[in-house]
């Protein structure tokens, strides 16, 4: 039957096993649930099917042997154990709160020894590592964006290594200071991400990169999904975690020789302390509307940009508060055999990135914007020029039946 064909047999073969083995990888990689993960590849697989118009015995042949491999795949590493924690150090920063506060008690809690960097020493985060946590936990006052802060930080760690190096390196500070269009956003607000989340991670990598390359450890960077997709209103954020993504994605390369694995994780939305906090949404919402020009205040209006605001603050607010996810994510990229490159952390996460990676762009960019941000207003100007549009039609529906009285 399949001599009635242009293309032989094995060319429609390896065509069609290429296409499917790259579409299972990116499924496989969105952490999907079994039964999802199934029915899309067999809609994928009958996709092609139906429009090659090829013979179903093939077909269920590669279904066959894919499922076979990832039984296999996910089995063989289910039965590797995880790697010792006793003896081994971890360099975090951002510990004050939230992800990098919860991971440092959690390795701490497992047996690593802990270097955290906090931006206050004084601060609450820090005193509540030092009450939760054990000797071996070590506090350090780090702005990553003062290189003198992070190399002294990198001599007081080696001080306490000696001649032992750093098995795990996890970039967890970061910040979020935008909220608004990208013509809304202030250049510092665009200066201030790129300055915290991207050049002041790559300071702290390739100020500690020879002690993690000396034990063949874990570089560990926390990102966002937001560096991967267009989010509304989060511009200078975004890009800062792009450029943070792009980085990662090259030292996996430069680094595989030397023994060193290196993962990104990409959290879903969790609850941290500035994201609760209403008096800090307040606060940038003022300074937003003071830095604007009259003639752009007046074409977005003021009502548009606090309704924006609003969205936020509610966002946060429901918001996941159990950040334990994310936290088991990072002992997974630090203790696992065979690390991932990428880990979604976070209901949905896998959902949203295969609907971007494989949907019409218009149905994930629906997606994006019904998921993140449900505004119910338009910029002023707009109201404005559909409301004279309004009366523009109005006007000559008038005309015209004066004229067909006539």
């Not at 991967?228 to 430069?254: I, M, V, W």
Request: glycine share 8%; aromatic share 10%; proline share 5%.
């Amino acid at each position: 039957m399949i001599e009635n064909y242009n293309i032989p047999f094995w060319i429609y073969l390896a065509v069609v096993s290429m296409f499917v083995g790259g579409a299972m990888k990116k499924i496989l990689a969105c952490h999907l649930s079994v039964g999802p993960t199934l029915v899309a590849w067999l809609g994928a697989t009958v996709l092609v099917e139906r429009l090659w118009v090829f013979c179903l015995p093939a077909m269920l042949l590669l279904v066959l042997l894919a499922a076979m491999g990832c039984i296999y795949s996910r089995s063989r590493t289910a039965q590797l154990p995880n790697l010792p924690a006793q003896g081994k150090a971890v360099f975090i920063t951002g510990c004050d709160s939230g992800f990098g506060n919860a991971a440092a008690k959690r390795l701490d809690s497992l047996g690593f020894e802990v270097f955290a960097t906090v931006l206050n020493l004084e601060g609450d985060g820090a005193r509540e590592l030092q009450r939760s946590c054990s000797s071996r936990l070590t506090l350090l006052q780090v702005d990553i964006t003062q290189p003198q802060q992070v190399q002294q930080a990198l001599l007081d760690t080696k001080a306490k290594l000696g001649l032992r190096g750093l098995w795990g390196l996890v970039n967890n500070a970061g910040v979020c200071v935008n909220f608004g269009e990208a013509e809304l956003s202030l250049m510092s607000t665009f200066r201030g991400c790129m300055e915290v989340n991207f050049f002041g991670t790559v300071d702290v990598t390739k100020s500690f990169l020879p002690l993690v390359r000396q034990a063949k450890g874990r570089i560990v960077n926390i990102s966002s999904p937001a560096g991967d997709q267009p989010f509304p209103c989060l511009a200078a954020y975004g890009a800062s975690k792009a450029a943070l993504n792009l980085f990662t994605e090259t030292l996996r390369h430069e680094l595989n020789p030397w023994g060193v694995r290196v993962s990104t994780i990409l959290p879903s939305s969790y609850k941290t302390a500035t994201s609760t906090n209403h008096a800090y949404w307040e606060q940038q919402h003022k300074l937003l509307l003071q830095s604007l020009s009259p003639a752009l205040l007046e074409e977005y209006g003021e009502d548009y940009m606090t309704e924006t605001k609003d969205l936020f603050h509610s966002f946060s607010e429901h918001a996941n508060p159990d950040l334990s996810p994310v936290v088991n994510t990072i002992v997974k990229a630090l203790l696992s055999p065979q690390p991932q490159a990428r880990y979604y952390a976070g209901p949905g996460i896998g959902l949203m990135y295969f609907i971007h990676s494989y949907c019409p762009f218009s149905i994930s960019n629906r997606f994006l914007q019904k998921l993140f941000l449900k505004k119910s207003l338009v910029p002023r100007a707009l109201r404005k020029q559909s409301g004279l549009d309004m009366n523009l039609g109005l006007h000559n529906n008038n005309n015209e039946e004066k004229l067909q009285q006539l």
